[in-house]
């Protein structure tokens, strides 16, 4: 990906007007546990976000993708080939761009800060460059890869979140962005395996922050809250406030952990333990668990033989490990700086969310009230898609379009401020 384009969130190169051009956006999100494509056709755009429409949709199993990293990439783009090839069967078209989802622990946020004193008592273009160059000396990413610029937000005196400070008296002035990067060899990785299936990458976004865009309403953005992303292998954390993600993470643990630990404590293949989750899966105990038992085959090869085992016994197998995984997200969140901010509004999703209880175990856990999250801001989603393990590819589409009003706001004061902003920052080599 060429470092001009990496600037997703405050302006776009060429090549996205020209997808943009024949009314559709394409989104790949790549899971541990599968790969999805939502096809969308963007008919107008307007305060509604409805106004994307998603007309072709597939996914199938992820294979040779681990923790939200690339383990065999033959594997990873066969899974891909096949997500995208029905998404475009679905809606009788052809891609050739896409915005891709990735996760996993080596996604990571930092907020870059700078301050000085205005002398003249009145903003100019010499004071922002100014904080802009003191922010800059905080920068020290290394190898790691710039995801995402989250956005310029300026403090004159008290006041926050000022788009364009030049003009206002003040004695103090600050900037902060949120920076989002990822690990730079994994992104390769991922960026090989999209170009291997012919397809132009116009941008790569971090999982933790499209699944808020998706759940997230404007007013719990606003206010501050924060988005439980569990998927397979990995659980993504998201924190708004003010308008703006303030925080990101990703933690090595998921779905696929419960039902490794099924596959264990029931010695039955994982294909037959990930199925037992999905059918009777639950995080609490009920009156009747000891008196409900279920068939599964057995882990030896070539045995036809099953065993039984009590509804009790699979609750006590999933429960602990996924009160582990709330327990982890609860230390994130904790060590974030934002957590008085996040718990104010706290929203559950994700694949592993259908498992019975799962809102009801995630009060307990984070002392909270909790609420599930749905990509329900997008039309076209069917049954089958719109799920909370489909947020993230929906969140995806949300930016896009997001992008998209963006560009037809006659704003061209501020959208030429904040490019010379990030200019300033990262230097003319991005």
């Given amino acids: 990906m060429n470092k001009e384009t990496f600037q997703s969130d405050l302006f776009m190169g060429d090549a996205r007007k020209n997808n943009r051009s024949k009314g559709l956006v394409t989104a790949i999100d790549l899971g541990s546990d599968k790969v999805a494509c939502f096809i969308a056709r963007i008919d107008q755009v307007t305060h509604e976000r409805r106004a994307a429409r998603i007309i072709g949709a ?20 066969k899974s891909v080939r096949l997500a995208l090839d029905n998404a475009e069967n679905e809606a009788s078209a052809e891609v050739s761009s896409a915005y891709i989802s990735i996760s996993g622990s080596h996604i990571k ?3 870059l800060s700078g301050r000085i004193p205005v002398s003249e008592r009145v903003v100019n273009q010499d004071h922002v460059d100014a904080v802009i160059k003191n922010a800059r000396k905080n920068l020290n990413i290394g190898d790691e890869r710039v995801l995402h610029v989250i956005p310029s937000k300026f403090f004159v005196d008290d006041a926050r979140n000022v788009p364009d400070p030049t003009g206002l008296i003040a004695d103090i002035l600050g900037i902060e962005l949120t920076l989002i990067t990822s690990s730079n060899n994994p992104t390769m990785n991922i960026e090989n395996v999209i170009h291997n299936c012919h397809i132009d990458i116009l941008d790569i976004l971090a999982e933790p922050y499209v699944s808020g865009l998706a ?12 988005c439980i992303d569990i998927g397979s292998g990995t659980t993504s954390i998201s924190i708004f406030f003010e308008g703006t993600v303030v925080y990101t993470k990703s933690i090595k643990i998921g779905g696929w952990y419960i039902s490794n630990d099924i596959a264990k404590g029931l010695s039955t293949p994982f294909e037959h333990a990930e199925g037992i989750k999905n059918l009777y899966g639950s995080t609490l105990f009920g009156s009747n668990d000891t008196e409900q038992f279920y068939e599964i085959p057995q882990l030896e090869e070539k045995s036809s033989s099953r065993r039984s085992f009590k509804l009790s016994d699979l609750i006590t197998i999933i429960k602990p490990r996924y009160e582990e995984i709330l ?22 999703t994700g694949g592993t969310t259908h498992l019975t209880g799962s809102l009801e175990i995630a009060e307990r856990v984070l002392d909270c009230s909790v609420r599930l999250g749905m990509p329900t801001k997008l039309g076209g989603l069917s049954e089958n898609t719109s799920g909370p ?22 704003l061209k004061k501020r959208s030429s401020f904040t490019q010379k902003i990030i200019k300033n920052l990262m230097g003319t080599g991005f």
């Fill in 389 to 410: 393990s489909f947020s993230s590819c929906a969140g995806v589409i949300i930016h896009a379009l997001d992008q998209k009003k963006n560009e037809l706001k006659h």
């Fill in 58 to 77: 597939g996914y199938c199993q992820s294979k040779g993708i681990k923790n939200g990293l690339i383990i065999d990439p033959a594997e990873a783009e």
């Fill in 215 to 226: 759940c997230l309403y404007e007013h719990e953005k606003d206010l501050g809250s924060v």
């Fill in 109 to 111: 946020s930092s907020i």
């Fill in 327 to 348: 327990e982890m997200s609860l230390h994130a969140i904790e060590n974030s700086g934002y957590s008085e901010i996040a718990r104010r509004n706290v929203v559950l």
